[in-house]
């Protein structure tokens, strides 16, 4: 019998999804439990979102507090967790000025706005940006414009133009593109969807040579790898090379749907004015209370210290398993955020880790991405092992 959640979603949702048959009831920690009451350890976290892990009682708690007294209101007023909320977050992703966003996507979109605004304000005619082939940024106009697969533009041509790819970790093919047209290079300093590709000290040094050189932006894409996940609040931090522009989303807000665009004072300067950009929802009391308490929660429980511990574990257990799997080629990411390469297709494995209670997803190409919520303990990497073992097995 089709479950009944699954049967009226597929009945009344547009298919852009593929999604797995199983339905999701609740959470509790490292793992999440379907309607049937089948128990998941979760290795995606929601492709990254609830680093906190689920069912954070002290986040629930705060929530609700808020529910109680105001969930929403314009920005045209100021409320109580807007500035505050905009401080904390500046102060560890060392930007100085914030834009709320409802998500990742809606982050980029104002990012790319942004060094628009900004070459249109110093009239140097820029108006063009380098992006990266592999990399995603949304599915937005804007952000998948700048998305370097190209699957996800052809079918909504013609994307906005004055876009053009460079080969990720390849400075030269960087600075072949550059001309006196380009106002922004975007990149992720970890691709994601890409393939889970981490970028060189080289190639980040490299692209902040160039900006500064250029009067060019530098946009460094966190949605997925910041926040935590590399093990320094933001990637950036970890290279030392620090962007004009951070977007920013998912960890953020454990699961309420916040997002954030940060940018230096220097470029607020020169960037957006009032009515260039807006968010109905964006900034509400419910989504700022959730990346206050996010915070508070990250540092009295030293979440980014935990990360930098449990690392070393993951990835070793990860490189034992390429070592013993012929179908597995290696390892790839940093922090827990991880991939494993295989020689051959990974969908069904990762259909197969599903029945065996384990909740993984894919990259580009043949690649199974890692995205456990931060709170993972080495027992959790040995119960992952060995229940995508299993799969590999089936």
Known sequence: MVNSKIKAAEENLLHVYNRFPIAIERGEGMYVYDTEGKKYLDFAAGIGVTGLGYHNQELNDALKEQIDKICHISNLYYHENCGEAAKELNRICGMDRIFFTNSGSEANEGALKAARRYAYTKQNGRYEYIAMENSFHGRSFGSVSVTGHDSYREPFEPVVPGVH??????????????????????????????????????????????????????????????????????????????????????????????????????????????????????????????????????????????????????????????????????????????????????????????????????????????????????????????????????
């Open 165 to 394: 790819f460079a080969k990720f970790n390849d400075l030269d093919s960087v600075k072949a593109l550059v001309s006196d047209k380009t106002c922004a290079i975007i990149l992720e300093p970890l691709q994601g969807e890409g393939g889970i590709n981490l970028a060189s000290q080289d190639f980040m040094e490299g692209i902040r040579k160039i900006c500064d050189e250029n009067d060019i932006l530098m946009i460094c894409d966190e949605v997925q790898c910041g926040m935590g996940r590399t093990g320094n609040y933001f990637a950036w931090q970890g290279f030392g090379v620090k962007p004009d522009i951070i977007t920013m989303a998912k960890a953020i807000g454990n699961g309420i749907p916040v997002g954030a665009f940060a940018m230096t004072e220097e470029v607020a300067r020169y960037s957006l004015r009032a009515g260039d950009h807006g968010a109905t929802y964006g900034g509400n009391p419910l989504a700022c209370t959730a990346v206050k308490k996010v915070i508070e929660i990250f540092e009295h429980d030293h979440i980014v210290d935990h990360v930098n511990q449990v690392a070393p574990y993951l990835e070793q257990r990860l490189e034992e398993l390429v070592k013993e799997l012929d179908c597995a080629v290696r390892r790839k990411g940093t922090g827990l955020m991880q991939g494993v390469e295989f020689n051959i297709p990974v969908g069904e494995i990762i259909q197969k880790a599903i029945a065996e209670g384990l909740l993984v997803i894919q990259a580009q190409g043949n690649v199974i991405r890692l995205l456990p919520p931060l709170i993972m303990e080495e027992k959790h990497v040995d119960e992952m092992i060995k229940r995508l073992k299993r799969a590999l097995a089936k």
